[in-house]
Structure formats: structure tokens, C-alpha cells
């Protein structure tokens, strides 16, 4: 089944403690991204990956880090978590360049 | 700088009433236009595009939008609200040089009341 799979799906965790959330997609795409959701905000970029070792910011990107080692693989990286991530995050993949995303499930993060 | 705007962060529709959705987009060019749709813990699914073939797209679930570029307006419409239709929608409008990163509107939440 083609899918975007994300994990963890929920986690909480402290000020400062690193965490990854990581993002696989079985689909060959090329293109894949990270949102986070807020309420009354919509969903806005984080970062984005043209192809594998090419990333590149989106509108909030203070904050986080992502890596594209291999084309099937999108993690994102919170190296100091702060409680103004607390949100939840949606990892999303492309195989055209025509706006057509398939996303995860979602990934709720709790920052205390 | 794209942006979209969606007037109203709720909407309610008895079930068999019209759905029309708002979007308004700021663009200095013909964009690509979308809705997606969120069903409660999951995940956005697209429910139709813009891309300038036709004014009126048809989308999945009897869905279909109108682009009236003289009121930079997209707005989702469905001619009857069937409960599973309950969701949360967010239309999207892409940035010109990389399609695929989209900005999306604040979302308006349809709920469909028996």
C-alpha cells in the first residue's frame, strides 16, 4: 500500500531534549516536505527536499533540522524542543511537481 | 507573495444542504489551486485541483470548485451535505517556482448536523 508513514504518532517530551520524528515513504518520490499544524494558523512549511542531499527552508524553519540521505527517508530534527513546537507535524511526499501531496497520518509533539 | 484567505473557520449545513466552502487567493500569477481535506485523525488527501485547464473542477465525493479569476476566488461547493462529508477543509494555493510547496489557508471545519 503507498503510504507515508510517520512516528512516533504522539509524543511528550521536555524542554531541550533532542527528538527526530521520522518520515518514510514507500512511493519513489522525489519531493517531500514537513508542515506543522496550528490551530487558527493552517498548516506552514517547515522545510522541504527537492531530492535526496537537497533541502531547502520553508516560512518556519528556526528551529528544526532535516536531513535527506536516502530518497524514501524525510526526518526532522528538533535539537532543543521549546514549548512553541508543541504542535502537530505532517510529513508529505510528491512524485509530480503539480502540488498533488500524499501525507502522513500526523505527528502530535508535546513540549513541556 | 501567495497567500489564501477562507471566510469562515466553521461552517454548519444540515444534512442534503448545499456546502459552499469560501477560498480567496492573492497571486500575481495563474496559480495552482487546491482543496484538501482532513477526516478527524488523519492526515490531508486532496480533494481537487486548479491548474487552469478548465474553470470548474470536479473533485472526489461529489465536490467541485470554480475558479473565477476576476474575483481571485476558489470556492468548494457540494450540491447535497452527506454526514461523512464532516471535516475539516483547507484550500491551498502554490508557489510559482516550486509547485509543490503549497501555503495553505487557516482551514474551515463543516460539520454536517443530522
Known amino acids: 500500500e503507498a503510504q507515508v508513514t510517520q512516528n512516533p504518532r504522539y509524543l511528550i517530551t521536555v524542554t531541550g531534549k533532542k527528538l527526530t520524528v521520522t518520515c518514510s515513504q514507500n512511493m519513489n518520490h522525489e519531493y517531500m516536505s514537513w508542515y506543522r499544524q496550528d490551530p487558527g494558523l493552517g498548516l506552514r512549511q517547515i522545510y522541504y527536499s527537492m531530492n535526496v542531499e537537497v533541502t531547502d527552508k520553508g516560512d518556519v524553519p528556526e528551529g528544526y533540522k532535516v536531513s535527506r540521505k536516502e530518497k524514501r527517508n524525510f526526518p526532522l530534527i528538533l535539537e532543543s524542543p521549546s514549548p512553541n513546537q508543541t504542535s502537530l507535524y505532517f510529513c508529505?511526499?510528491?512524485?509530480?511537481?503539480?502540488?498533488?501531496?500524499?501525507f502522513g497520518e500526523g505527528s502530535r509533539l508535546t513540549v513541556l | 507573495a501567495q497567500s489564501v484567505t477562507q471566510l469562515g473557520s466553521h461552517v454548519s449545513v444540515s444534512e442534503g444542504a448545499l456546502v459552499l466552502l469560501r477560498c480567496n487567493y492573492s497571486s500575481s500569477v495563474p496559480p495552482y489551486l487546491f482543496w484538501y481535506v482532513q477526516y478527524p485523525n488523519q492526515g490531508l488527501q486532496l480533494l481537487l485541483k486548479y491548474t487552469s485547464a478548465a474553470t470548474l473542477v470536479k473533485g472526489i465525493n461529489g465536490f467541485e470548485a470554480e475558479f473565477k479569476k476576476s474575483e481571485t476566488s476558489f470556492h468548494l461547493t457540494k450540491p447535497s451535505a452527506h454526514m461523512s462529508d464532516a471535516a475539516e477543509y483547507f484550500c491551498a494555493v502554490s508557489e510559482g517556482e516550486v509547485p509543490n510547496n503549497l501555503f495553505f489557508g487557516t482551514g474551515t471545519r463543516l460539520t454536517v448536523i443530522p
Open positions: 508529505a511526499s510528491s512524485l509530480s511537481n503539480t502540488g498533488e501531496l500524499f
